[in-house]
C-alpha cells in the first residue's frame, strides 16, 4: 500500500498498519546476504519514516510509550548509519566548488583526498551483518506497535500531532534564526522533515494538493541538508587545518562554505515562510476537512466516484 494511510481505514488501524509495513520493508532490505550497502541505506529511510509516523501519533500515545519505540527507532537508525557522514562531506565540498565557484586549489585537493581516504579505510556495513545488530530491536519494535492504546480517538490520533508538529517546525524556524546556532537549524530540519513524510501520509485526502506539499517540504528539508553539512565541512577543515599545511587556504574554505550557508538559511526561510504559512491548529483542521471530504478522480464520464472516509 505504501507509507500512507488508506480511505476507509481507521486512523488507530492505519498507524499500526503502515508502521508494521516499514517493519517488513527494513527486513525485505536487510535478510538477506547478497544485498549491500545500498540496501542498508534504504532500510535506513523506512526507519525515518517509522520516526515520523511516530511523532504524528505522539500526543495520543502517551510520552512512556512514545520514548521507548522512538529511542528503539534511533537505535536502529544509528546502526545503519554507515558511512553517511563522510559522503556528506564529499558531497557538500562537491556542491561548494560547483555552486559557489570554489577553485580546486591543492588545498581543496588535500582535503577530499583526505576525507576520501577515511572513508575507503571504513568498512562499510553489509546488509547481513546490519540485520543481526538490528533484529533484536525491530523484533521489539513490532511488538510495541500491536501493543499500542490510544488517548484519542478518530482523527485526533493524528491530527494533534499534525498540528503540533507545524506548530514546532515554526518554533524551532524562529529559534534557529534568533541564535544562528546550527544546532538549532539541524532541529528545525527535522521538523520539516516530519512534516514531509506527514503529507505522504495524507496523501489519500487530496493526492495533488499533498504531493506539492510533500514536494515542497522536501526541497526545504533538502536546503537544510545542505546547510548543515557546510557546517560540518568547516568544522572538520578546521580540524585538519595542520594536515592541509595552508591556512590560507584553509580560511579559504571555512570562508566559502560559510557564505554559501547564509545563502542557504537565506533560501530556506523564503520557502518556510510559505510552508508553515497557516498556524499548526489551523492547518489541522484543514487536513481533517480534506479527509472527510474527498474528492474522487473523473470516471470515464466525467463524474467523480463516490467515497467515503472513516475519521
Known amino acids: 500500500m505504501g507509507f500512507k494511510f488508506k480511505r476507509g481505514e481507521r486512523f488507530a488501524d492505519g498507524f499500526v498498519r503502515v508502521a508494521l509495513e516499514q517493519t517488513k520493508r527494513i527486513e525485505r532490505h536487510l535478510d538477506e546476504k547478497e544485498r549491500g550497502a545500498q540496501n542498508v541505506h534504504e532500510a535506513r529511510k523506512c526507519v525515518k519514516r517509522m520516526r515520523a509516523l511516530l511523532r504524528l501519533a505522539r500526543p495520543a500515545v502517551g510520552p512512556k510509550w512514545w520514548n521507548e519505540v522512538d529511542d528503539l527507532c534511533s537505535s536502529v537508525g544509528s546502526t545503519l548509519a554507515g558511512l553517511r557522514n563522510l559522503d556528506s562531506l564529499l558531497e557538500a565540498l562537491d556542491k ?10 591543492p588545498t581543496f585537493d588535500r582535503f577530499r583526498a583526505s576525507i576520501q581516504r577515511e572513508r575507503q579505510g571504513i568498512n562499510e556495513m553489509s546488509a547481513a551483518e546490519a540485520w543481526g545488530e538490528v533484529r533484536d530491536d525491530l523484533d521489539v519494535i513490532r511488538k510495541r506497535f500491536k501493543r499500542v492504546r490510544f488517548s484519542e480517538r478518530g482523527f485526533d490520533i493524528v491530527g494533534l500531532g499534525l498540528a503540533l508538529t507545524c506548530k514546532e517546525a515554526r518554533r524551532l524556524e524562529e529559534t534557529a534564526y534568533a541564535t544562528g546556532n546550527e544546532h538549532d537549524f539541524h532541529r528545525w530540519r527535522k521538523r520539516v522533515q516530519h512534516h514531509w513524510r506527514h503529507m505522504q501520509l495524507f496523501n489519500a485526502s487530496w493526492p495533488e494538493e499533498m504531493a506539492v506539499r510533500a514536494e515542497a517540504a522536501r526541497e526545504l528539508s533538502e536546503v537544510l541538508g545542505d546547510e548543515h553539512d557546510l557546517g560540518l565541512l568547516a568544522e572538520e577543515v578546521r580540524k585538519r587545518a595542520d594536515e592541509l599545511k595552508n591556512k590560507r587556504g584553509a580560511d579559504g574554505l571555512v570562508d566559502a562554505a560559510a557564505n554559501r550557508q547564509q545563502a542557504l538559511r537565506r533560501l530556506a526561510r523564503e520557502r518556510s ?7 499548526g491548529k489551523a492547518f489541522s483542521r484543514r487536513i481533517r476537512a480534506y479527509w472527510k471530504n474527498p474528492v474522487d478522480p473523473l470516471d470515464e464520464d466525467g463524474e467523480g466516484r463516490q467515497g467515503t472516509m472513516q475519521s
Open 96 to 105: 561548494l566548488a560547483v555552486v559557489s565557484g570554489v577553485k580546486k586549489t
Open 273 to 279: 515562510r510559505r510552508l508553515f504559512a497557516e498556524r
